[in-house]
């Protein structure tokens, strides 16, 4: 995520059940050469699970990993976001509000522009 050499991981999770909270949380390791472990930073989202794949993926080409995730409540609101770090997680960018729950989501260069695009699948 920020090109220090160290390993990240980034999980998603949240509260038991189909309702309450999803939790997204950024793990690094202490040096390049062990496992992550320490925990960098994390996200609540309240009465929204953080689900369906969480990507990793460098949106603006600066060198630097973006996360992009799905945030959806069982009410069946939903929107796409991009968080950046920045010596803490920052959303960059979040969709408009979907009144269906976002799922799948891909990356990649649907067009051949030498752009990559972000689809979503949407369901409702």
Known sequence: MDNNGCFELVIQTGDPGMTGNGYLKLYESPDPHHLPRDLKDSLVFPDRKVEY????????????????????????????????????????????????????????????????????????
């Open 53 to 124: 794949n969480v990507y990793v993926y460098d949106t603006d080409k600066d060198g630097k990993q973006e996360i992009i995730l799905s945030a959806n409540a069982l009410s069946g609101l939903g929107d796409l976001r991009i968080y950046e770090w920045e010596e803490r997680l920052i959303e960059k960018w979040r969709s408009p509000h979907i009144q269906y729950n976002t799922l799948t989501k891909a990356i990649g260069n649907f067009n051949n522009d030498f752009q990559y695009e972000i689809t979503a699948c949407v369901v409702g």
